[in-house]
């Protein structure tokens, strides 16, 4: 053994000056600029950018539980733009571009691997709407194409491709399909915001809204009153409930969607596999788990409780795809609560009450949206309320002159 | 699996029903304001609470009406849809209204 280090055990002292990611909670103060309701990837995002590109850290994110507790650690980590509307796709082109350069830009690494993402189709509609998506993909300057069976089986050796009695006829493979590490997006984040000066205040729950002649004046809290310039709510889960305090109601509906993952084993899955007939999508972790999501539960709940008849049902479509992985054991289940809006957009922009933006509605496709969503909310709340070209048609009140940006057909899952 | 009291067919498996969305008061179609009808067919309270909703049992095609606690899960009451109702509501447009 080396005698350094043996010096070091004896030490009483911790020989290197501790360094922490993020600095000490502080004392929570009676007025900010800006209150973020929400310390997951999409809340800590907007206070970094603001802090980065607008110079506004006079900024407090209020999490009721903990840094990136709530779905930001219950998403499943896929990155894509493979949409199928114009809006959509060009929305999550940018956010594959920014999560690309994440790792250099915290200087932390986000585990981001670009390993492509393969969606089956088993239908002659599911291959025109495919070839649709395809066109659309390309059109924006995404990598996306249609590929016939002799392609997949290539990508993909280990394939059922005949998948409870549903053939394989065609797939979209998305070279831009990524994953990262989830939690680590939310970390890299709240480190660079924090260094910037803005104050993350976790165990801090937001209690009420206090709204003033229809514009909103402040916050409370467990720990007090907060008085700001504006407020933006990202609480993922919680959409309409917190509305409810601010006094409207939003097009949302609350789902539980449940998500599982197997013991490790050895690498044989590169791209993430998905098919939406099945209702199932799996991929394989940098650490050998199988990590197997679904669509959302049937019915609306507040509740990340497990079901048995979910799991039987997810697992059964994921062994027809994967035969071999039926003896495989799993080793952990959650849920997350999605917060699905009718047309499967995401809602940012503007609200009832002024000066009260919106990050919501971000059902099964949040994680992906963390760095742009981020970026166009610090841009609308720096310009005082200006909204992005880039997110004008996901407004909420798209619902009110029926224009909504169709999205059912893209999620990896159909629901 | 959770069950799930059918007032016509009795306790059934929960993967038998279809969730048919919260039962609100439905605007008149043909002199509502377009604000209003967005608002029955997208905006809720989504809220945890105790909610009146309509399930289909699929199998026999039988619209019903639900108390259940959204947070919980916990079904409080099932009944027919006739203890709220006491008219059928028909959803086709006078034939006046019908443009070319």
């Known amino acids: 053994m080396p005698f350094s280090l043996l010096k070091y055990g004896l030490n009483k002292d911790y020989p290197f000056e501790q360094h922490a990611d993020l600095p000490k909670p502080t004392v929570l103060k009676s007025h900010y600029d800006v209150v973020i309701i929400g310390g997951g990837g999409h809340g800590v995002a907007t206070a970094y950018y603001l802090a980065k590109y607008h110079g506004i850290n006079n900024v407090a994110i209020l999490e009721k539980s903990y840094l990136g507790g709530g779905n930001t650690a219950r998403n499943t980590a896929v990155i894509r733009s493979n949409y199928l509307t114009s809006e959509g796709v060009k929305f999550y082109s940018e956010s594959v571009k920014l999560f690309k350069e994440l790792s250099n830009e915290f200087d932390f690494n986000i585990m981001y691997s670009q390993r492509g993402q393969l969606t089956l189709a088993h239908t002659d509609a599911a291959v025109r709407g495919f070839r649709q998506r395809a066109e659309v993909n390309k059109h924006f300057g995404g990598k996306t194409e249609l590929i016939d069976p002799q392609q997949i089986r290539e990508l993909v050796p280990t394939l059922n491709m005949n998948p409870a009695d549903m053939p394989v006829l065609a797939g979209l493979w998305h070279m831009d399909g990524a994953t990262a590490r989830h939690d680590a997006v939310a970390w890299g984040y709240a480190k660079g915001a924090t260094q910037r000066g803005v104050e993350l205040h976790q165990l801090t729950e937001v209690t009420d809204v206090i709204v003033e002649q229809g514009k909103v004046t402040g916050v409370k809290t467990n720990r007090g009153n907060v008085s700001c310039g504006c407020v933006v709510q990202a609480v993922a889960g919680h959409s309409s409930l917190l509305a409810a305090k601010a006094g409207f109601k939003m097009p949302i509906t609350t789902f539980p969607l449940q998500a599982m993952v197997t013991q490790p084993v050895k690498p044989f899955l590169d791209p993430l596999v998905s098919s939406p007939s099945l209702h199932c999508y799996v991929q394989q972790t940098g650490r050998g788990e199988l990590v197997f999501g679904g669509g959302s539960d049937p019915y609306p709940l507040y509740s990340t409780r497990s079901t048995m008849d979910l799991k039987e049902s997810l697992l059964a479509n994921a062994v027809e795809l994967f035969p071999f992985m039926a003896n495989m054991r799993l080793m952990r289940q959650w849920a997350g609560l999605t917060d699905i809006t009718s047309d499967y957009s995401p809602i940012m922009g503007l609200s009832p009450v002024d000066n009260y933006y919106l990050d919501a509605g971000w059902g099964t496709w949040g994680f992906k949206s963390t760095p742009i969503c981020g970026k166009s909310m610090a841009e609308m709340v720096a310009s005082g309320g200006k909204v992005p070209e880039l997110i004008k048609p996901f407004s909420m009140d798209r619902f009110n002159s029926f224009r909504q940006v169709n999205e059912m057909g893209a999620t990896a899952a159909s629901h | ?100």
Not at chain 2, 57 to 66: D, E, L, Q, T
């Open chain 2, 1 to 100: 699996m959770k069950m799930m009291n059918c007032p016509l067919n009795g306790l059934r498996n929960i993967s038998e029903f279809v969730h048919g969305g919260e039962v609100k008061e439905m605007p008149d179609p043909n002199s509502c304001s377009d604000k209003e009808w967005a608002d029955y067919v997208f905006f809720s309270d989504n809220a945890i609470s105790v909610v009146t909703e309509w399930w289909l049992h699929a199998p026999s095609g039988y619209w019903f009406i639900a108390e259940r606690h959204t947070g919980s899960d916990e079904i409080l009451k099932t009944y027919d849809p006739s203890v709220l109702f006491s008219e059928r509501v028909e959803f086709s447009a006078p034939a006046t209204e019908v443009k070319a």
